[in-house]
């Protein structure tokens, strides 16, 4: 059985999660965009092994903290697509413009394609491609306990900013419609900002893409 927990770090309060699988207590780390020692304090307080760090994107307040963690623990980067390398190469920049703790550049154990899983001790999850807020998001969905993890793609009452580098709208909106909508009305998601929702509320009542 998977669990998970939602730590939100950083200034601009990003919800890193931990998660893990409870049969074997293997976690991993998803979007750590600072704030080290509370996610490394989180998982020792239950007696997690932190084995891998997952990445929806590259912006700094979801992964200002991985190369940092991943050298400290000496633990793989899974993620995300490569259309997000130029964000990984600007994480010192965008620590300095936004004011966060110097960021270091890294390179992902391994990169993310749509279509992909990923491994978490007994317990599988399955990863989509979801471009428009970065080029190189990607969500990862744990249909065993109606969860997805979706980064910056929506938000409870809201979508992903398409405003930076690289995003587009159109993008983002065919990713929400042809990537999580078919995940299924009852899929509650854990947005990198604010409070969990479901893909059918949104459906129903997010002013950006209810209705589609």
């Known amino acids: 059985m998977l669990h998970y927990l939602t730590l939100p770090v950083t200034a601009f309060q990003q919800n890193c999660s931990l998660l893990w699988c409870d049969a074997t207590g293997q976690a991993s780390v998803i979007d750590p965009g600072g704030d080290i020692d509370q996610i490394v304090h989180a998982a020792r307080q239950r007696g997690l092994q932190l084995a891998q760090i997952w990445l929806t994107h590259a912006h700094i307040d979801h992964a200002g903290g991985a190369g940092e963690l991943a050298e400290r623990l000496q633990i793989p980067i899974i993620g995300p697509h490569p259309g997000d390398q130029f964000w990984i190469d600007g994480l010192p920049q965008q620590s300095v413009m936004f004011g966060f703790p110097p960021a270091q550049r890294f390179t992902p154990t391994r990169w993310l394609h749509d279509g992909d899983a990923v491994q978490l001790g007994h317990e599988q999850l399955a ?45 983002l909106i065919e990713s929400i419609t042809q990537r999580l909508w078919p995940m299924g009305d009852q899929t509650v998601f854990i947005p990198g900002h604010g409070p969990e929702s479901s893909f059918g509320r949104e459906r129903q009542s997010n002013p950006y893409v209810g209705g589609t």
């Open 127 to 171: 990863v989509r491609h979801c471009p428009g807020h970065t080029p190189g998001h990607v969500v990862f969905h744990a249909p065993q306990i109606e969860r997805c993890f979706v980064g910056d793609v929506l938000f409870a009452g809201s979508i992903g900013r398409t405003d930076f580098p690289q995003g587009n709208h159109e993008q």
